[in-house]
């Protein structure tokens, strides 16, 4: 790609879209109003078909069926936990909503803060007792932290994936 009078490799410009997008992922995970894994996948599918690489493609194939296996695994157990609690969505639901204006009210830590405030809130106007409303909201914490952990484990593997398949790349499937 000629730029003026610099020339830009596309695989270098496909490396950096990759790794931005992968960064973006990384953060949805954490952050319920991005599509963490998806942007991940996205990433790297952008990557596999600028590289053209065989290697791509393989290392592609098994970071989606990582971050599937992450994604789905995470929801199954996030919801399982939040059934056996007898926690509806709407609560969950409520949480984010309240952690999104977090967000914004406290920069650095809103999301998190009105996130357990909206839950504890919520789960006080369901049973009406302050006691069982922390219990179930710590169940409920609980259930999504580690449906949180399963897809960051996942999600990582991944963009270790994709940064192997860039160095291998760079250094000896596209070396000429």
């Not at 990433?43 to 290392?59: D, E, M, N, P, R």
């Not at 909206?118 to 006691?131: P, Q, S």
């Not at 994709?162 to 070396?175: K, S, T």
Request: with cysteine; net charge negative; aromatic share 8%.
């Amino acid at each position: 790609m000629q730029i003026g009078d610099v020339t830009i490799d596309p695989d270098i410009l496909a490396a950096i879209a990759a790794v931005v997008l992968s960064i973006i992922g990384l953060f949805g995970i954490v952050l319920p109003v991005l599509p963490g894994s998806i942007t991940i996948a996205v990433g790297f599918l952008i990557w596999a078909i600028v590289s053209g690489t065989v290697g791509g493609w393989v290392f592609f194939g098994i970071a989606a069926v990582l971050l599937l296996i992450g994604n789905i695994s995470g929801a199954v157990l996030t919801g399982r936990g939040l059934k056996q609690r007898e926690i509806p969505t709407r609560s969950v639901t409520i949480a984010i909503l309240v952690g999104i204006v977090g967000m914004f009210v406290l920069p650095a830590f809103g999301l998190l803060i009105g996130f357990v405030v909206g839950l504890v809130g919520a789960e006080y106007y369901r049973v009406r007792d302050w006691g069982d409303a922390v219990d179930s909201s710590l169940a409920a914490l609980k259930a999504l932290g580690i449906g949180m952990l399963i897809e960051m484990g996942c999600a990582l593997t991944s963009v270790l994936l994709l940064a192997v398949a860039i160095v291998c790349h760079f250094m000896w499937w596209n070396a000429n």
